[in-house]
Structures are given as structure tokens and as C-alpha cells.
């Protein structure tokens, strides 16, 4: 009789740090995958803690928490599927980032994670000590092989699992979003069904982690000529899904049987997606549910007021319109008309008053000196005083605004305009802003809680951007046009490119000595700047660590 094996797959979205939930949310999908005859259910990489625990992990309650929430799992889904869940294991001597496997009220095994990840967002080596080489296990018929997350992303450990007698690699992921990476996992997972000639699942964790997004988009290879390493299911990015797959042994050995291949997003989508997940899970995990921004007019707030009204619904999102004498009617025309076409309760809040009060208090101080940016700077300050006194009274979240390009070159109040708790924006170029918009404009999706149209009126994209802190000011007077800036911003950060390398690719040297300038003399401010989405492998925060104090410049 043919052999054949489920396995479900629970793509889920836990909390960092609430146990208890995250094994709630694993008891209830066991009794599902149960229900519908599976012989295993699987969750992913770091599952009943959330992941990235970070140093929390190091802590001897918190693992031993975790450790003891994995007993209780295992006896309270005694009888029915196996499970497989991720969390921390500490063997008495070293602590190991470790996939339990669950069965008949046991922890029966765990497997420990080999190849432990030290690079953009992750600092494993520091935490974990490196497992040594395992065997597979054997449920029912099929004896499964799980190399943890990076363990899959090299040859090596999943060669020695099949060596060993590993007929599947199920590959459990903490695997969080960057621009393009889908297409990376699909060609590691690809490798390793080649290489080792298994069908590999490959099972992702889904929602926000203060600035991480983990995408899900789960998926499974076959191996073989009759279809060269096809997906054999593809389960949708971004969402939670709860998966029966089954697997077939064929003769030629165990093989997915095909299923469902949800559309992955494009590009400029799942940016967007991201921002949007992020913020709705860090206020939903931090207990938050309303926000208010400051909405200037300008295109930065714009597009950060249709984020959060798609994350939390319009009537969770409130705009404030601070005007100064330098607050065009044009810039008041059209804050008004983004709030309401997104439906968001809008507020004006004039700061002549406080402004002519502060000045009133510096005077004496301030006797015989000229204005300058001290002034301009006091506004934005301002702006922040009344937008976190909102925050305190209403219990509102502060969002910031500032785009990439803003956050590169220091281009922006430090206690002014970048007090906030969170800024879905914060890595997104400012060239990418505006498209970003247009996208919004032309696209409507169900998990978007705002309204389908033009939400961010074209005028609003297309007039050149300014701070409005003095009269005229554009913000190219300070900078370059953005559309040079975000290029060279992305040699000098994104790619490290030398400034000898961005000359030979064409880039003006005074331009590009500038740039790299403002980058190094504004890392005190990124420092003090507050958690936004990560879309790239380049964020500012883990990804790229700078020392504040350097005088070190480039001069090649
Ligand atoms: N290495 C260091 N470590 C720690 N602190 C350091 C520091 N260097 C300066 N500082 C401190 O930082 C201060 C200078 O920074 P800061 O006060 O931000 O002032 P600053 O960077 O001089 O001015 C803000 C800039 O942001 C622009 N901008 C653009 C867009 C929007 C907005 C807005 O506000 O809406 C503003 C504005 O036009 C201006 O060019 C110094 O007075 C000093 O207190
Ligand atoms: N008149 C204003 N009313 C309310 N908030 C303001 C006002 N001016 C500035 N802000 C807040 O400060 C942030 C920095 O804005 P500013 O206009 O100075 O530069 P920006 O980076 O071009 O942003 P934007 O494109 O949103 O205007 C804005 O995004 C907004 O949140
Ligand atoms: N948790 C992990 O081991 C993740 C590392 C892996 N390279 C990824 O980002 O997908």
C-alpha cells in the first residue's frame, strides 16, 4: 500500500516573550491539525518564545520558562499529531537555539541549531552554543530530517541529516522580510532538494518584531527530473496560514504532493505590506491601538497617515496640522485634504502662541544674537511638545516621519521632529517615498484597513519637498536633489562602496565628500532616533553598527 504522511504547517504569528499565548495559539492549532488526520504538526524556528528573543534568552528564568511551557505542551497534546515547535533548550552546561519534537505527552528529542547566524540582525554566536551533527527522527513512516533556519542555507548540515537517513528536510525559519529575499530561499531550498535529492519544506514565521518583519510565504521542493525542483506549494507572504500538506512515498522516495501557490507580492507591494504589518504588530503586541502623527502637507506624513490608517483603520489615526507663520495655505489645504480622504480625525493646533512664549523666555539670553537655525529648530521642538502631550493625555502613539534619505544625512530636529515611538519610513529612500505613494494611489488590497483611491492627492507627490521652518526653504538648498543623494546614500550604505569607487561610477567627488560627511557626523542622532520597519539588509540599527565618536574619512 502506498505510504503517505500529513504534516501541518502553522505559519503562525506569535508574541516575543508571551509563553503561555504562544502555546495557547500552538494547543489550538494541534487540535486542528488532529482534526484533519495529521501525523505532525510543525511551527516554526523560535516558535514558543517569539523570536528574536535577543539577550533575553540568556536569561536562566526565561529559558527555564520556556523549557517548562514545552513539557506542559507536550503532555497536554498527548495523544494525536507529533509536534514540532522551536524555543530555546539549555543542556545544564551551554544554551542552543533548539527544535523540540513533541510526542505521546513527551519531549521525545531536540534538535539543536549547527550554523548559528552572526550578521545584519543576527548575533547568534553571542547567545547559542553551535549543536553538534544530528540524525533524523522517525514519525510514522518518515524519518525527518530539520536543519533550523541557517542550518538550510549551507550544504553541509542537511548533507550530514541525509547521510544519516533523512528521507524530508523540514526546515523550520525565524526568517525576517528584506526586499528580494523570497527568491534567495527558493534558490537555497532548491540547492539542498538538489544536493540531497529530499523533498525540503520550508516553514516561516509570520508578523512584526520591533523593526523585523517576518513574512511567512512557507513553500515546499521536490527534488527530481520530472520537475527539476519545482515549488511544490507556495503559502502567502505576510498572512498566517495553517497548511495540510501531504507526502507520497513514490518508489523514488517521499515527495510533496502538490498544493496550493498563493501569489507572492511584487516589490513595491510588499515594501508596503511590511511597513504595514510592522506597525499594526508592534501596537497590537505593545498594547497601542490609536497613533497620531504630525500631517505637514508634505509627502512624508502623507504617506506615514495611509500606512497607519491601513494598519489600524482610519478611526484609530489622528492627523495634526501645526502651523506657523511659515505654513503655506497650499501646505494647509493639503494635509486637510490627505486626512480626509484617508478619513482620519484631523486637529490644527497654531504654534504662534508657544513660539512668541519661548522666544519671550530666550531673550534675555539670546540678547544681540542673529537667528539661525537655533529658531527654526524651536518650532519643530515645538511641534513635539504639543504632539507627546496628545500622546500622554489620549494615550495615542507618536509615529515619526522621517524618510531614509533624511535619517542618512542628520536632516532632521533631534527632539524635534524625530520624537516618536515608531516610523514604519524610517528605511525607505526618499525617491522610494514617492513612488511608494503613487503605488498606494493605484492599489487597493483587503488587508488594507483605509479606503481604495487616491488618498495622497498628486500635488502633494509632485511639489518640491520643504521643511517650511523659514520662508522658501526647500530642502534642496541643503541638499542634493534627492534623486542624486538616495544614489549615492545607497554606495555609501547600502552597497559600502568606497567614495573612489562612487567617483569612478561617475558621482561628482565634492558631492560625494558631502554626503559622506553628514552621514558620519549624524550617527549620534540615528542613535537617538526612534524603531521603524526594516526592508533592507542595510537598516539603520543592527544591520549597520558605526561608532558615534570617528574622525576617520574616506579619502581614496
Ligand atoms: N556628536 C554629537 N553627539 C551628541 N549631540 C550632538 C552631537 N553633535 C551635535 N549634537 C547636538 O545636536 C544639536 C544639533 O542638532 P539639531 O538640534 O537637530 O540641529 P541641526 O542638525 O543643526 O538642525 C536640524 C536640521 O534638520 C533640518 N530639518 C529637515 C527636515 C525637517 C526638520 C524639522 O525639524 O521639521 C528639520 C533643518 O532644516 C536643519 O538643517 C547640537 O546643538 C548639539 O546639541
Ligand atoms: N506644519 C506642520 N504641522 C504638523 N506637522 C508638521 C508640520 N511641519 C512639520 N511637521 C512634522 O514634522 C515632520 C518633518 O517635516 P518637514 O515638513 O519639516 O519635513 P519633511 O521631511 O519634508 O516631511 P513632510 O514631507 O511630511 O513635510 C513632518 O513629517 C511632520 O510630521
Ligand atoms: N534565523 C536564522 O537562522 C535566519 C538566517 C537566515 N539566513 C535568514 O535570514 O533567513
Not at 551551554?94 to 519531549?107: H, S, T
Not at 540547492?191 to 523585523?212: H, P
Not at 501557490?261 to 491601538?289: H, I, N
Not at 520662508?471 to 542634493?480: G, I, T, V
Request: hydrophobic share 40%; charged share 25%; aromatic share 8%.
Amino acid at each position: 500500500m502506498t505510504q503517505r504522511f500529513r504534516l501541518t504547517l502553522a505559519q503562525l504569528n506569535p508574541t516575543l516573550g508571551a509563553i503561555d499565548e504562544n502555546a495557547a495559539l500552538a494547543r489550538a492549532a494541534w487540535a486542528e491539525s488532529r482534526d484533519a488526520g495529521a501525523d505532525m504538526i510543525a511551527f516554526p524556528e523560535g516558535f514558543l518564545t517569539g523570536y528574536q528573543p535577543q539577550d533575553l534568552v540568556m536569561r536562566t528564568a526565561f529559558w527555564r520558562d520556556a523549557m517548562d511551557a514545552a513539557d506542559r505542551l507536550a503532555r497536554d497534546c498527548a495523544d494525536g499529531p507529533a509536534i514540532g515547535i522551536g524555543a530555546p533548550f539549555h543542556g545544564g552546561r551551554d544554551l542552543f537555539n533548539a527544535y523540540y519534537i513533541l510526542e505521546g505527552g513527551k519531549v521525545r528529542l531536540r534538535v539543536t541549531k549547527q550554523v548559528l547566524p552572526n550578521e545584519t540582525v543576527f548575533d547568534e554566536k553571542r547567545l547559542y552554543t553551535p549543536g553538534p551533527d544530528q540524525g533524523p527522527f522517525r514519525i510514522g513512516p518518515l524519518l525527518i530530517g530539520t536543519p533550523i533556519c541557517e542550518d538550510a542555507w549551507w550544504p553541509g548540515v542537511c548533507a550530514t541529516m541525509t547521510a544519516a537517513g533523512a528521507e524530508i528536510l523540514l526546515v523550520p525559519n525565524g526568517s525576517p522580510y528584506f526586499r528580494g529575499k523570497m527568491p534567495i530561499r527558493h534558490a537555497h531550498m532548491r540547492d539542498r532538494a538538489a544536493e540531497t535529492g529530499r523533498a525540503v519544506i520550508y516553514l516561516n514565521l509570520v508578523g512584526g518584531q520591533d523593526d523585523q518583519v517576518f513574512d511567512g510565504g512557507s513553500f515546499g521542493v521536490n527534488p527530481g527530473a520530472e520537475n527539476g525542483g519545482d515549488i511544490a506549494f507556495q503559502l502567502p507572504a505576510f498572512d498566517e496560514a495553517l497548511a495540510h500538506i501531504d507526502l507520497t512515498e513514490t518508489g523514488a522516495g517521499w515527495r510533496i504532493d502538490p498544493g496550493e501557490r498563493a501569489p507572492l507580492p511584487a516589490e513595491w507591494e510588499a515594501d508596503y505590506r511590511a511597513m504595514v504589518l510592522s506597525l499594526a504588530d508592534y501596537m497590537r503586541k505593545t498594547g497601542f491601538s490609536r497613533v497620531l502623527l504630525g500631517l505637514s502637507g508634505g509627502i512624508d506624513s502623507a504617506i506615514v497617515a495611509a500606512i497607519a490608517t491601513d494598519a489600524l483603520g482610519p478611526d484609530n489615526v489622528r492627523c495634526v496640522m501645526l502651523p506657523s507663520e511659515f505654513t503655506t495655505e497650499t501646505s494647509l489645504d493639503d494635509a486637510r485634504a490627505v486626512a480626509e480622504a484617508l478619513g482620519c480625525r484631523y486637529d490644527i493646533i497654531p504654534i504662534a502662541g508657544p513660539r512668541a512664549a519661548v522666544t519671550e523666555a530666550l531673550a534675555p539670553l539670546f540678547n544681540g544674537t542673529e537667528p539661525d537655525v537655533t529658531e527654526e529648530n524651536i518650532q519643530s521642538r515645538l511641534r513635539g511638545v504639543l504632539l507627546m502631550a496628545l500622546s500622554n493625555k489620549f494615550g495615542e502613539m507618536l509615529l515619526t516621519t522621517g524618510n531614509k534619505s533624511e535619517g542618512a544625512v542628520g536632516y532632521a530636529t533631534i527632539y524635534g521632529d524625530m520624537a516618536g515611538g515608531y516610523n514604519p519610513i524610517k528605511d525607505l529612500y526618499k525617491t522610494r517615498v514617492f513612488e511608494t505613494c503613487r503605488w498606494r494611489n493605484a492599489n487597493h488590497r483587503p488587508w488594507m484597513k483605509g479606503p481604495a483611491g487616491e488618498v495622497i492627492a498628486p500635488r502633494v507627490i509632485d511639489k518640491p519637498p520643504s521643511a517650511e521652518l523659514r520662508a522658501d526653504q526647500k530642502d534642496e538648498d541643503s541638499l542634493p536633489p534627492y534623486e542624486v543623494l538616495d544614489r549615492v546614500l545607497d554606495g555609501l550604505i547600502d552597497r559600502e562602496a568606497s567614495v573612489a569607487e562612487l567617483v569612478a561610477e561617475g558621482f561628482d567627488r565634492a558631492v560625494v565628500k558631502k554626503v559622506e560627511g553628514l552621514i558620519f557626523t549624524s550617527e549620534y542622532k540615528r542613535f537617538q532616533s526612534a524603531p521603524g520597519t526594516r526592508l533592507t539588509p542595510r537598516s539603520f540599527w543592527l544591520d549597520r553598527r558605526y561608532p558615534m565618536v570617528n574622525r576617520w574619512r574616506d579619502n581614496s
